[in-house]
């Protein structure tokens, strides 16, 4: 999916990838991201589908801490750590 965003992205975007994928996929994604000017966070989640429902999974997030706080509203809806 990031390959075909990757045309469109521009510096006001930020993906946050809450896929589980290796950490070379992650870093791969990331770099190619960030040729295009746009702003990565590696995001995957964890937990049942019941917890998916009530906002309560966990995220594991890398990348940039200053990015990472403002994108915390965002987490924040879907997760509670």
């Not at 992205?9 to 991201?33: K, R």
């Not at 997030?61 to 965002?74: F, S, T």
């Amino acid at each position: 999916v990031i390959t075909e965003l990757l045309p469109r992205l521009t510096p006001e975007h930020v993906i946050v990838d809450c896929s589980t994928t290796s950490p070379a996929q992650a870093i791969a994604a990331g770099e190619a991201v960030a040729s295009s000017g746009a702003a990565f966070l590696d995001a995957p989640v964890s937990g049942l589908p019941a917890r998916a429902v009530d906002g309560t999974l966990t995220c594991m997030v890398g990348g940039d801490p200053m990015l990472l706080d403002k994108q915390r509203p965002m987490l924040g809806a879907m997760a509670t750590q």
